[in-house]
C-alpha cells in the first residue's frame, strides 16, 4: 500500500515537471525554471523508485537532455556530475529494465555532448570521476552488472548509423575500454593487498585510467606516494609527488601564463623523463576553469609549492640530492616572486647541505640507490603475468638469492609450495618443455647499460644510476651446450633490455617492452675481460682519496701468485697460433693492444703502491714486482709477435 501511494505521489511529481517543461517551451522567460526542474528530477533518480517510476523518470530525463542539452553542459554543469552518477549507479542494477533505461539515458547524454562539438570530454570525465565515486563507497554496486550495461552502450555505439561516419564509435569505445580496466584493477586491489609490486601496478593503472580527470589522478598518484612512503621507496615517492606537481602546473599554466611559475610539466624534464605523461594533450581535457574541475587544494600556487617541497624532502631522504637541488630550481623563482626572503634563506640552507653530502658521500665511496633485476613470470597460474618480464628495482645491495626467496615464498604460500620453482640460470625460457601446473619465475642480475656516447654525459655517480631505461645481463655458452668451456670457445650472449619507463619511477619494477641479443666470439669475451681488469687498475691506481687496500685487493687480482696464471692463460690461448680468418685479425690485434694497456696499468699501479706502502709491506711489494716482472716477460713475445702487425699492415693496404 505505502509503495503504491509513493510511485503514486512520484508520478503526479514527474507530471508537474512534464508541465513546466511544456511551459518553458513556449516562454523563453521561464527558462531559469528548467535547473530546478533538473534537480527535483535528480533527487527523484536517487531515491528507491518503483521500476515503473524509474522508466518514466529516465524518459523524462532524456527529453530535457535532448530538448535543452546547453543546460547541462553550459548552465547547470555541476548537475552534469549528479545525473553522471545516477544513471551509472542504476547501470549497475540487477533490474534488466532499469539497466537498459540508465543506459539508453548515458548513451544519449554522451551523443548530445558529442553533437555539441564532436567530442564529449565532459560526460568522459564525469562518468570517469563516477566511477571512482560509485566502486569506492556504494555497498549495493554489483561488478558484473554494470559490465552488462556499458557492453548495451557500446553496441548502442557501433549500431548508430547516423554518427558512423564521426570519430564517436571509437570514442564511445575507448570510454568504455577504460572504465573496464578502471573497475578491473580497483577490483582486484582488494585482492593483492599483500602484493606490494602488484598493487602498486594496480594503482598505477588506475591513476593512468583518470588520465583526463585531473583531481582523480592527483589522488591516486598521492596514494601511490603515501605506500612507496610506508615501504621506504622514498625515490619512488619522490617521482610520485613530482609527477603531482608537474600534472598541477599543467593545469595553473592553462588558467594564466605567471613567468615565474613552471609552463607544465615539461620544466619538469630535468627531474625525470618520465613526466612528460602529464601533459594535457588530450582532445579530451577539460579546462581547469569548468565548474568542478581542479577544485582540490593542491590546484593553486600554495598547492604547487607544497607538492615541491614534498618532493625535494622525498629525495633527500633518497640521497638522491642532485634531483632535489633541480626540484628546487623551480620552487625558487615562486618565492623570487613573492619576495619570501625566510624561505628562500631555508631552501639555499638545504642545498648547501645536500652538495656537502654529495661530495662527503662520493669521496667515501658509499651512494647507492639501488639494485636491478630482470624477473620473467611464466605459467598459467600467473594469469595476466604470464610470458611478462619486468626490471625490479630493489633496495642497495640486494643479493639475487634474497629477491628469489622473497618471490618464491610469496608465491609459494599463494600458489603452493611444490607449485613454484624459480630458474637459476640467465638462459632463454621454452615454455613448452615447462610443467603445464607450475608457476616459473626466472631471475637475473642486471646492470644499467650505456653506449659510448651517453658515457660523456654520464659524469657522476648519480649520473649513471638515474633516467635508466635500459639494462644489461650477459650469459655464457659454448657451441655444444655447456655453459663454461676451454677459453677459445666460450662465448658470451649480452642481452640489452629496454623499459617502458626510466628508473626511478612511481613503482619499482617496469615492463620490458624491447630486447636486443649480442652475442660475442671468444676472442671478444677475452678483449672484455682484459679491459675490465684495465679499468679496474686504472681506478683504483688514480682514487683520490687512496685507498692503499682497495689498491692491493685488484693488484693481487692481477698479477698475484695465486691468479697470475689467469691473463697469462688468455695470451698464450689467443695470441700464440694466429687465427686462419684474416677478418678476425683486427680482433687479435686489438687483444694485443689491450695486453700492452694492461701491463702498462699494473706497472702504474705498482708505483702507486709502492709509494703508500709502510715498512712493514716491503717485501710485500717486492714479491708483486718479481711477479709482475715474469708476467712482463712471458707476455711481451705474444704482444710483439711480428706476424699479426705484419697482417694488419696488409689489411689496411
Known amino acids: 500500500m505505502q509503495g503504491n501511494l509513493a510511485a503514486e505521489a512520484n508520478m503526479i511529481i514527474l507530471d508537474t515537471l512534464e508541465l513546466i517543461v511544456q511551459t518553458v517551451l513556449v516562454s523563453d522567460s521561464l527558462q531559469s525554471l528548467l535547473g530546478s526542474v533538473l534537480r527535483v528530477l535528480l533527487h527523484s533518480l536517487a531515491c528507491n523508485q518503483s521500476t515503473y517510476v524509474l522508466q518514466n523518470l529516465f524518459a523524462t530525463q532524456r527529453a530535457i537532455v535532448f530538448k535543452f542539452p546547453e543546460l547541462l553542459f553550459e548552465e547547470e554543469t555541476e548537475q552534469c556530475a549528479d545525473l553522471c552518477l545516477r544513471l551509472l549507479r542504476h547501470c549497475s542494477s540487477c533490474i534488466s529494465n532499469t539497466r537498459s533505461h540508465s543506459s539508453a539515458s548515458l548513451y544519449l547524454l554522451m551523443r548530445q555532448n558529442f553533437e555539441i562539438g564532436n567530442n564529449f570530454a565532459r560526460v568522459k570525465m564525469q562518468v570517469t570521476m563516477s566511477l571512482s565515486s560509485l566502486v569506492g563507497s556504494s555497498q549495493s554496486f554489483n561488478e558484473e552488472y554494470l559490465r552488462r550495461s556499458l557492453k548495451t552502450i557500446l553496441m548502442y555505439a557501433q549500431e548508430d548509423a547516423e554518427l558512423q561516419g564521426t570519430t564517436f564509435p571509437e570514442q564511445v569505445r575507448d570510454l568504455v575500454f577504460n572504465l573496464h580496466m578502471i573497475l578491473s584493477d580497483t577490483v582486484k586491489m582488494k585482492e593483492f593487498q599483500e602484493d606490494p609490486e602488484m598493487l602498486l601496478d594496480l594503482m598505477y593503472r588506475i591513476a593512468k585510467g583518470y588520465q583526463n580527470s585531473p583531481d582523480l589522478r592527483l589522488t591516486w598518484l598521492q596514494n601511490m606516494a603515501g605506500k612507496h612512503t610506508e615501504r621506504g621507496n622514498h625515490a619512488e615517492a619522490a617521482q610520485c609527488l613530482v609527477h603531482s606537481a608537474a600534472l598541477v602546473a599543467e593545469y595553473l599554466n592553462m588558467l594564466e601564463d605567471k613567468p615565474y611559475l613552471p609552463i607544465g610539466c615539461v620544466s619538469f624534464q630535468n627531474i625525470s623523463s618520465n613526466v612528460l605523461e602529464e601533459s594535457a594533450v588530450s582532445d579530451d581535457v577539460v579546462s581547469p576553469d569548468e565548474e568542478g574541475i581542479c577544485t582540490g587544494k593542491y590546484f593553486t600556487e600554495l598547492g604547487l609549492v607544497g607538492l615541491l617541497e614534498q618532493a625535494a624532502y622525498a629525495f633527500s631522504m633518497a640521497q638522491m640530492y642532485e634531483a632535489q637541488n633541480e626540484t628546487y630550481k623551480i620552487l625558487i623563482p615562486i618565492h623570487e616572486a613573492e619576495r619570501s626572503h625566510k624561505k628562500l634563506a ?25 639494485t636491478f633485476f630482470r624477473v620473467g613470470f611464466y605459467g598459467s597460474k600467473f594469469g595476466d603475468l604470464d610470458g611478462e618480464e619486468f626490471v625490479y628495482k630493489e633496495p642497495a645491495i640486494t643479493k639475487l638469492p634474497e629477491i628469489a626467496h622473497r618471490l618464491e615464498s610469496f608465491y609459494a604460500d599463494r600458489f603452493g609450495q611444490d607449485l613454484v620453482e624459480v630458474i637459476k640460470d640467465s638462459s632463454p625460457v621454452d615454455s613448452s618443455r615447462l610443467h603445464p601446473n607450475k608457476a616459473y619465475i626466472q631471475l637475473t642480475y642486471v646492470e644499467p647499460y650505456f653506449d659510448l656516447y651517453e658515457m660523456k654525459d654520464r659524469i657522476s655517480y648519480f649520473d649513471k644510476n638515474y633516467n635508466l631505461r635500459r639494462f644489461m645481463f650477459a650469459t655464457p655458452f659454448t657451441k ?117 694497456d694492461f701491463s702498462k696499468k699494473c706497472s702504474d699501479a705498482l708505483k702507486k703502491n709502492r709509494s703508500l706502502i709502510g715498512p712493514d709491506q716491503k717485501e710485500y711489494q717486492h714479491e708483486l714486482e718479481r711477479n709482475y716482472r715474469r708476467f712482463v716477460e712471458r707476455l711481451m713475445p705474444l704482444v710483439n709477435d711480428k706476424r699479426i702487425i705484419n697482417i694488419m699492415r696488409n689489411t689496411r693496404r
Open 346 to 370: 631555508t631552501i639555499h640552507g638545504k642545498l648547501q647541505e645536500a652538495f656537502q653530502q654529495i661530495i662527503k658521500q662520493d669521496q667515501a665511496g658509499k651512494r647507492m640507490f639501488g
Open 480 to 596: 655444444d651446450g655447456r655453459a663454461h668451456g676451454e677459453l677459445t670457445e666460450q662465448y658470451k650472449r649480452k642481452t640489452i633490455l629496454t623499459t617502458a619507463n626510466a628508473f626511478p619511477y612511481v613503482k619499482t619494477r617496469v615492463s620490458v617492452i624491447y630486447r636486443v641479443e649480442i652475442v660475442l666470439t671468444p676472442v671478444e669475451v677475452a678483449i672484455e675481460d682484459i679491459q675490465k681488469k684495465t679499468k679496474e687498475l686504472f681506478l683504483a691506481t688514480t682514487q683520490d682519496p687512496a685507498d692503499p687496500k682497495m689498491l692491493q685487493m685488484v693488484l693481487q687480482g692481477c698479477i698475484g701468485t695465486t691468479v697470475n696464471q689467469g691473463p697469462l692463460e688468455v695470451a698464450t690461448a689467443f695470441l700464440t697460433d694466429l687465427p686462419d680468418d684474416l677478418s678476425l685479425a683486427k680482433h687479435y690485434n686489438k687483444l694485443r693492444l689491450c695486453f700492452k
